[in-house]
């Protein structure tokens, strides 16, 4: 396996970045997540868009231009001759002192890792996911705002702990207002009447590539989508529910903290979506 670094392809066991390193002493630094299916790099453009733009709200200088820095991923990608795998892209501040001050950091330091996918056992995508809700909130928009993909990622690993006490394996939390917001790494969407709904950007969700391509997927198909905020009560009594993730993909929930969701198995629509899914990636993809 070959790791991008700074410039250089190095072995896992040569991966090393500094303890001044400010993304691992202040968490000073952004990711990004992107699949490859089929040696197909899926939605390249979204998540290199959206990686700038968090690199822009944090005012942090990615040493590379967006066309660069694409076609260093592509050949990473290359050089680890994986055919299905997950890049995980990290450009924090680089090296400095022990101070706050970026302006400490002589140049970012970037990685680029390409590995074969751990996810949600195979199991789970036919029987569906049982989650609970957490107290841990989605931090607020104006406090640090969830559209910058930060390094900064306690909140959502504190769900996961959160959910692993509850016995199962993903959570989703609220914002400050007690509306849903989105899971530790996968954004939500239920199901009434026929007609899908996500909650929107400004409660504090993540704007996922995926669920940016579920929309369009469920637009085409002829379904009607809102984005409008829910509670929990609607998603307890949602016909279906499910989760979208650059790891994750679309997988459905059957329980959420105990209310079994329809009848307990995966919904047809949710079923028919993933299969839709499936098929995009591919076709989508580019080599
Ligand atoms: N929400 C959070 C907090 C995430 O970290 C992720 C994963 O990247 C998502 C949602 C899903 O976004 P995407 O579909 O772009 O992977």
Redesign the pocket.
Known sequence: QWIFLNGEYVTKENAKISVYDHGFLYGDGIFE?IRVYSGNVFRMKE?MDRLYRSAKSIMLNVPYSQDEFTDIIVATVEKNKIEDAYIRVVVSRGVGDLGLDPNKCAKANVVVIVEPLSIFPKELYETGLEIVTVATRRNRPDVLS?KV?SLNYLN?VLVRIEAHLAGVSEALMLNDQGYVA??????VFIIRDGCFFTPPGYIG??E????NAVIDIVKELGYELKEEPFTRHDVYTADEVFL????AEVIAVIKVDGRVIGDGTPGALTKELLVKFRERVVSEGVK
Do not use: F, Q, V, W
């Open positions: 997540g998540h969830p993909k959502n989105e899971g530790s790494a996968d954004n969700a993540l996922g590539i995926t669920r979208t993730g650059t790891a």
